[in-house]
């Protein structure tokens, strides 16, 4: 049974700094895959705002490109995402997610909340 289980995120104020951990357990060959952390928008839905591949090559949309950094450390089967110069904007609900074609593996969530 594959389970992601997401630690860090919290209060932070404007202008600083989180960091989000995502650990896979019972995946099998986590190097593989593609791993994504997505955010909660207003109307519920998950949009993503990181992805690495499986050779480490990284996506970011606009709206948080240069401030936001995925990793992936494949001895560990974890991934992470270092948020930089936080805004209140980006306060919501995010989620890690192993993209694994035909499956829905998604981390449990955790708040992230930037003061103003």
């Known amino acids: 049974q594959v389970r992601l289980v997401q630690s860090g995120g919290g209060l932070v104020q404007g202008g600083g700094s989180l960091r989000l951990s995502c650990e896979v357990f019972g995946i099998g060959n986590f190097r593989n895959y593609p791993m994504g952390w997505y955010r909660q928008t207003p109307d519920k839905q998950r949009d993503l705002v990181a992805q690495i591949s499986n050779t480490g090559t990284s996506y970011y949309p606009p709206s948080v490109r240069g401030r936001f950094t995925i990793s992936r450390e494949d001895a560990k089967n974890t991934f992470y995402l270092q948020m930089n110069n936080l805004k209140p904007d980006d306060s919501t609900t995010y989620y890690c997610?192993?993209?694994?074609?035909?499956?829905?593996?998604w981390g449990q969530g955790t708040q992230v909340t930037v003061s103003p």
């Open positions: 997610r192993a993209i694994v074609p035909g499956a829905n593996y």
